[in-house]
């Protein structure tokens, strides 16, 4: 999955008021964001197979350390106590824990049975890609879901905040709509390089939450 995470994210601020949207998005993303740098370093390996399944041409041979439920839990626990120790917010810091364990759960509705519990095993995977129009609605519905409620949630601190956080939302459908119509990857490297932009979006939401405020009763 790639639009849902976001989506999931910017959906917890309802229930994760005090962590910015950017550590939300971080908490969503970190599996992605830790298995580029293992691919880079050969320790995860994955493997491109145009046509494997009806949207992603991606084979995920080993990526334990990053996607298995096991490394899901260490990670989850890794991010939720450097923000508790941070900022004192036990709430923010249990959803922060469940936004990284929320990876392994949408990957494991969308993947085939590649998702690895443990560190070696067992694979599981209900493969939503399978099915293109499927994985359409269940990622743009998340995405578009998301962004309703962190819009409902919070309101523009100035004319930044009124318009970043559209332009935000339609730049992540856009290029995920090019993932699934284009070309696949032309190597592991470049698929690894691509991964490593995927921390700017964590920036953006940075951005976009200090020119938003959360709406109060």
């Known amino acids: 999955m790639f639009v849902g995470h976001f989506g999931v994210a910017l959906a917890a601020k309802k229930v994760a008021p005090r962590p910015s949207l950017g550590t939300l998005t971080l908490a969503a993303l970190l599996a992605d964001g830790v298995s580029a740098i293992f691919l880079l370093l050969g320790w995860e390996k994955v493997e491109i197979h145009p046509g494997i399944t009806a949207v992603s041409p991606l084979e995920f041979v080993s990526y334990p350390y990053s996607h298995s439920l096991v490394a899901g839990v260490f990670w989850a626990a890794l991010i939720a106590a450097a923000y508790y120790l941070a900022r004192r917010d036990r709430n ?48 743009y519905g998340l995405l578009a879901l998301g962004a309703w409620v962190y819009a409902s949630v919070t309101r523009p601190r100035d004319r930044t905040g009124s318009w970043a956080l559209w332009i935000y939302v339609a730049t992540l459908g856009i290029i995920y709509a090019a993932t699934i119509v284009g070309p696949p990857p032309p190597s592991v490297r470049a698929l690894a390089i691509a991964g490593l932009f995927g921390w700017l979006f964590v920036a953006w939401a940075y951005w976009i939450d200090r020119h938003r405020a959360i709406v109060t009763a």
């Open 92 to 139: 923010g810091a249990l959803w922060l824990a469940a936004l990284v364990l929320s990876h392994w759960i949408l990957d494991f509705i969308s993947h085939g049975p590649d998702m690895p519990v443990g560190l070696d095993g067992p694979m599981l995977g209900l493969g939503l890609w399978y099915s293109a129009p499927a994985t359409i609605v269940v990622e």
